[in-house]
């Protein structure tokens, strides 16, 4: 075939011209900015209280993108994110307590078995689809819950190396990243920040145009000449390895884990934290899991509401800003911006 | 030239029914043929079992001389055969011209694109089929006719040698069909082999110099579109729906 070639100069053929379109735009500026500003947080409050309350603000939004980028580009809704989650977070903790390998050694670990997990995952699931595959995700992490828990497992595995794994302690008494607060909460937001960096990039990439197109129509991407099977399984091991990354920081910033983790209110909350953020954008996320993590402490002695509470929030939320908050608080902020700017 | 599709007894049984049966037919290279049929005729079911969205029942489809029956749809497309669907599919919430650019980065469309670029060489098949100045919208706005331009664009990309098009004119204006049979026409000259379906023979008629025929999922005759809308059978097939959607 011949067609004759039309270039099209707006591309951006190269790296640097590829960052210096992104930073003229307003979303990239704002991002900066707040970039910037978490960076300078703890030269507000060095308080461990208040920094711990960032880190863990951070760690839900690795988790909750993780789960964003599946649902939000592939198309692929789990309700099963915690599996990773756990899987990594369990890892993590037995290598620091048992092996003492340094934290991210055992965080990188973590989550390379949360993407072999993916993958795991990822080949059921290509033939399950919408609800089924909610479904399938979600029994998946009820199974992971109840292995975890059992006894007999624990005592198992407590004869033949000595150690704790299985049982509803789980592996507990974890070092964290650093007993200094501000060390750990800068090595977290280098980590998130790379994280966010690297999924939005994949969205923005070739493979992220095929992510795409699955979510849009399978069945089309296929009669495009796409191995649709390998795409979905990669996405799955994708999002595997972001919410392991998640996982492993979570079990060190919680001294440890247990079964507690592969419950479905894990998968719960990264959903009600992209929903919150809006779906599709990964940096959503961010926004989302500020108010999480926030609105979780303040409601901290009504832990048994707190569920109920953002359920509540989540269903507003479905009803009334169905695109979540990153987009229109973009909006209004421009709107100020150009004000302030005088235009 | 050589047979670049050949077609032997192929069948496809829904539960109960027979949408294909015992089908046999063959393409030429460089050919341009039509396939005709009353609605239900099993047209679409052809094409899904050559494009391998369906498995056939028992019967063999081969492109190129070599046995494609049973590969997946993608195996399909990167041999070289690229297929249109009559119900327009898109990528609703992509641009244009990343709808083309997905099967420019298919393994085959790739070897072709990646010495132009991706996004230029997609853009280049969107000023082909003419909605290059459309290629940073999406789809959900476009009108029908746009959509089915986009149908055939997004085929290209994929760098077919055998494109399928099922029903291209379906719900288009006279205008739009104008502008459809041209690109059809240019593709073909470009060296694109095309095999087309159709239910109104008319639009047909004047486009493709041979047209096989088939009812109720059974082959009854080819031959040059005049002919054809003679023979007895079809003549009887169409009267059903009105004799005046003959030529
Ligand atoms: N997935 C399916 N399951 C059951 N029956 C089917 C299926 N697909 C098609 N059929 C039946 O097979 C027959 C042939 O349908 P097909 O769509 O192939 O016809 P067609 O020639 O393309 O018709 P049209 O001109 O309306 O597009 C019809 O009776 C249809 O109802
Ligand atoms: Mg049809």
Redesign the interface.
């Known amino acids: 075939m011949r067609i004759i070639i039309k270039k099209i100069a707006e591309f951006p053929s190269n790296f640097q011209s590829y960052f210096r379109d992104w930073i003229s735009t307003f979303r990239a500026k704002v991002t900066v900015i707040c970039l910037i500003g978490l960076s300078l947080v703890p030269l507000l409050t060095q308080n461990p209280y208040f920094l711990g309350i960032f880190t863990t603000f951070m760690i839900f939004t690795i988790f909750a993108a993780s789960w964003d980028f599946l649902a939000g580009f592939v198309g692929q809704v789990s309700f099963g994110q915690a599996v990773f989650l756990g899987v990594s977070g369990y890892v993590t903790a037995y290598l620091i307590r048992y092996l003492s390998f340094p934290w991210w050694l055992s965080l990188v670990i973590g989550s390379i078995i949360a993407v072999i997990f993916g993958l795991i995952i990822g080949i059921p699931a290509l033939r399950l689809k919408g609800p089924y595959l909610a479904l399938g995700t979600l029994a998946m992490s009820l199974i992971m819950y109840q292995v975890f828990l059992m006894g007999s497992l624990a005592t198992m595995w407590e004869n033949a190396f000595g150690t704790n794994l299985f049982g509803a302690e789980g592996v507990s008494q974890i070092t964290p990243i650093s007993s200094d607060t501000v060390v750990e909460y800068f090595a977290t937001f280098l980590i998130m920040s790379v994280s966010l960096l690297i999924l939005t990039h994949i969205t923005k990439s070739n493979v992220g145009t095929i992510f795409k197109a699955i979510r849009d129509d399978e069945t089309g991407t296929s009669a495009s000449g796409i191995n649709t099977t390998k795409y979905k399984i990669l996405a799955f091991m994708i999002s595997g390895l972001f919410a392991g990354v998640a996982g492993g920081l979570f079990a060190m910033r919680f001294r440890g884990v247990n079964p507690g983790v592969f419950q479905p209110l894990y998968s719960f909350y990264a959903i009600i934290i992209a929903a919150m953020g809006g779906l599709a954008t990964i940096s959503g996320s961010a926004i989302g899991a500020l108010i999480f993590v926030f609105l979780g402490e303040i409601l901290r002695d009504t832990q048994d509401l707190s569920l109920l509470i953002f359920s509540i929030i989540l269903i507003l939320f479905i009803r009334f800003a169905e695109h979540g908050l990153l987009k229109p608080t973009l909006e209004r902020i421009q709107e100020l911006w150009d004000i302030v700017l005088g235009r | 030239m050589g047979v670049i599709l050949e077609v032997k007894n192929l069948t496809k049984k829904f539960s109960g029914l027979t949408a294909v049966n015992d089908f046999s037919f063959e393409v030429r290279r460089g050919e341009f043929t039509g396939l005709i049929g009353p609605n239900g005729a099993g047209k679409t079911t052809l094409f899904n079992l050559i ?1 391998g ?1 369906e498995k056939p029942s028992s019967g063999t489809i081969r492109f190129d001389g070599r046995d494609i029956t049973g590969m ?3 195996q399909i ?2 041999l070289g055969i ?2 249109t ?1 009559q119900l327009v ?6 641009t244009l011209l ?2 083309i ?3 420019c ?5 790739k070897k ?1 694109a990646k010495e ?6 997609a ?3 969107l ?2 089929v003419g909605l ?1 100045d459309k ?1 940073r919208i999406p789809p959900i706005i476009l009108p029908h006719g746009d959509l089915r331009k986009l149908q055939i664009g ?6 077919p040698q055998l494109l399928l098009l099922d029903e291209p004119f379906s719900g288009l204006s006279h205008e739009e069909q104008k502008g459809i049979t041209d690109l059809i026409i240019k ?1 073909h000259d ?3 082999t095309v095999f087309m379906t159709g239910h109104v023979l008319r639009e047909l008629m004047h486009l493709v110099p041979r047209v096989v025929a088939m009812h109720q999922g059974k082959y009854i005759t080819e031959g040059p579109p005049q002919e054809v809308a003679n023979n007895k059978i079809v003549l009887e097939a169409y009267l059903g729906k009105g004799s005046e959607q003959l030529a």
């Open positions: 494009s969205h997946k749809p993608h497309v990167n690229a297929r669907f599919r898109s990528f609703r919430f992509m990343d709808n650019a997905v099967s980065l298919s393994p085959r469309g072709v132009y670029g991706i996004d230029e060489y853009s280049s098949i000023a082909a290059v290629a997004k085929a290209l990309g994929t760098n593709l470009d060296g694109v």
